[in-house]
């Protein structure tokens, strides 16, 4: 038996040719159709939000500075949100969930607490949202990059000057932030660590300011008036140690208590003063800057190409009276001046 073949007509060949006629131009056009793509992604700024404790704050507004400078470099609009008071930890979580219904590309986020920020956290992470810390962290995982001061450190080069400056002598009224914050944990365990090797040397208490000025000011009066024995005051954060220094000059203008020394963490505008005239005897400075930098730098490169650092350590420095003028310094001491 024969078989027959057959050849195909025109309703067979007709489909069949657009296909391929289809495919061929595809092939040509997708390179032009995909550099067209990246083109208008690139030409779009990325979208990162920055979210921290407290928009009230020189500290945060450095960080702030730093993140639109990166954001001119690396093609990024910054959108900038923090509670008034560093302790309203509901109001930034809720922040947080607002930041999530609008979907930026990222968001830098200082958290105000490291385990109540948690559950809004993963749930920007888990919806897409990449997130970095600054400053502090969270109690998450799923985190792309953690950008902050060594704050173990920062405790221990305090405590250390401190216990040189007075010679390993001396009762310490330690004033901590707010309670909850990984940075003020952290701190605290450095500088405990740093001075428990000073047998002369007493803690009184440990208090936290709440980053309140005015509460710090309140508990150094307070502390000072039921034991004068107190004579050394150590502030672990900017509120903190601007508020004792007030104190102590409201005491020595009253003349009611010996001189009592102070030491601090960070240097605001006020601290410089404290600290040109002797009232603030050392402090340990950090540099927000690059952490507003390095967070967008990060962000950034995240987008791009699915990677970041997973842990950048920004530079901390103690400073008194004898190097705050030093030309290395300038750009911590005074990060604003160009």
């Not at 000025?213 to 009066?221: G, W």
């Not at 030491?263 to 927000?288: C, K, M, S, Y």
Request: aromatic share 6%; charged share 20%.
């Amino acid at each position: 038996m024969k078989m027959k073949l057959y050849r195909m007509d025109k309703t067979i060949r007709s489909p069949m040719k657009k296909i391929l006629c289809f495919l061929a131009v595809l092939i040509i056009l997708l390179p032009a159709i995909v550099s067209v793509g990246c083109t208008a992604r690139q030409n779009t700024p990325w979208d990162i939000a920055v979210l921290v404790k407290t928009r009230e704050s020189d500290f945060f507004q450095t960080v702030r500075t730093g993140a639109e400078a990166a954001s001119k470099e690396f093609n990024a609009t910054i959108s900038f949100y923090g509670p008034e008071k560093e302790n309203e930890i509901d109001e930034q979580i809720e922040m947080l969930e607002q930041l999530i219904e609008r979907k930026p590309d990222a968001i830098l986020l200082a958290a105000a607490d490291y385990y109540k920020l948690a559950d809004a956290v993963k749930k920007a992470i888990d919806s897409g949202i990449p997130v970095i810390t600054i400053d502090s962290g969270v109690d998450a995982t799923g985190v792309s990059s953690v950008i902050e001061t060594d704050n173990i450190a920062v405790g221990a080069k305090i405590g250390n000057a401190m216990a040189e400056a007075v010679g390993g002598r001396g009762k310490v009224l330690l004033i901590n932030f707010v309670a909850g914050t990984s940075t003020a944990e952290a701190r605290q365990q450095g500088f405990l660590d740093a001075v428990s090797a000073y047998s002369s040397i007493e803690i009184a208490d440990i208090v936290f300011s709440n980053s309140q000025e005015s509460l710090a000011r309140e508990l150094v009066l307070d502390y000072v008036a039921e034991d004068p024995e107190i004579n050394i005051v150590v502030g672990l954060n900017a509120h903190s140690t601007i508020g004792a220094g007030r104190a102590i000059l409201d005491l020595q203008q009253s003349n009611t208590a010996d001189k009592i020394r102070l030491f601090g963490v960070d240097l605001t505008p006020e601290e410089v003063l404290h600290l040109d005239r002797g009232t603030l005897e050392a402090t340990v400075i950090q540099n927000p800057y690059a952490m507003g930098y390095f967070g967008v730098q990060q962000a950034v490169g995240l987008l791009q190409t699915s990677k970041a650092e997973p842990l950048i350590y920004t530079d901390s420095v103690l400073i008194n009276r004898e190097n705050m003028y030093a030309p290395e310094n300038q750009k911590l001491v005074f990060p604003l001046v160009e």
